[in-house]
Structure formats: C-alpha cells, structure tokens
C-alpha cells in the first residue's frame, strides 16, 4: 500500500515539475519573439499603462509621408521601427502629420507648425 502512494506522489510532481517547465519555456518564447523586428507587444502594452489611453503609432509601412494613426488593439505582429505616441500633440510635435496625405497639425500653435517644419524639412 506504502509502495502505491509513493508511485502516486511520484507521478504528480513529476506532473507540476513538466508543467513549469512548459510554463517556463512558453513564457522565454514569447518574450524571445516579442524582441524580434516581429515583435513590439510589450513595448506597446508598457507605452499604453504609461500612457493611460491607448498610444498612437507610427504607421508599419515606410512612406515619405510621416504621420501619426491610431493603434488596433490587437495586433499580431507590431513591426519595428514604430513610434509610439501619448497625444496627437506629442506625435505633432515630433513632425508627424495628423493626415497621411499632406502635412496638417491642427493641435500646434502657428509658431510651434513653423518650427517643427523647419526642423523636419518637410
């Protein structure tokens, strides 16, 4: 009887021992992807609690064009480089446009959309 419980306990640490091993091993992969160009979950997750809203980005596609767009909330795979923003007047302020077909800031003071067209070139 002492022989069949001792298998028993055997079985079932042997059981939690490979599930955190699993655990483990799927938690490093995530993190091992998310660092990868394909990756970004994480540092879009960790942009949107520092945030409080959910960020704007850069959009994925490199066009001549710089401009801001909202984020999905879920996304697959985020491609770097993105540039993540708190406000349109953040995104505006570092020479992204709120179009994506001219240049537009309409949360910049004229002053301010005269300096950030000089200093951006655009």
Same mark, same amino acid.
């Given at each position: 009887?002492?022989?069949?419980?001792?298998?028993?306990?055997?079985?079932?640490?042997?059981?939690?021992?490979?599930?955190?091993?699993?655990?483990?091993?799927?938690?490093?992969?995530?993190?091992?992807?998310?660092?990868?160009?394909?990756?970004?979950?994480?540092?879009?997750?960790?942009?949107?609690?520092?945030?409080?809203?959910?960020? /704007? =980005?850069?959009? !994925?596609? #490199?066009?001549?064009?710089?401009?801001? %767009? $909202?984020?999905?909330?879920?996304?697959?795979?985020? /491609? =770097?480089?993105? !540039?993540? #923003?708190?406000?349109?007047?953040?995104? %505006? $302020?570092?020479?992204?446009?709120?179009?994506?077909?001219?240049?537009?800031?309409?949360?910049?003071?004229?002053?301010?959309?005269?300096?950030?067209?000089?200093?951006?070139?655009?």
């Amino acid at each position: 009887m002492k022989d069949i419980s001792q298998k028993s306990k055997r079985t079932v640490k042997q059981k939690i021992w490979w599930a955190l091993i699993l655990f483990i091993s799927f938690t490093a992969l995530i993190i091992l992807v998310d660092q990868t160009p394909y990756g970004g979950q994480i540092e879009f997750y960790s942009k949107w609690g520092g945030c409080g809203t959910k960020p /704007l =980005r850069e959009p !994925a596609h #490199f066009d001549s064009m710089r401009y801001y %767009e $909202e984020s999905p909330n879920i996304d697959l795979f985020r /491609l =770097r480089p993105q !540039a993540y #923003f708190c406000t349109p007047l953040e995104a %505006e $302020e570092a020479g992204y446009s709120a179009n994506k077909t001219e240049y537009i800031f309409p949360h910049l003071t004229t002053e301010e959309r005269r300096a950030v067209m000089e200093k951006y070139g655009q």
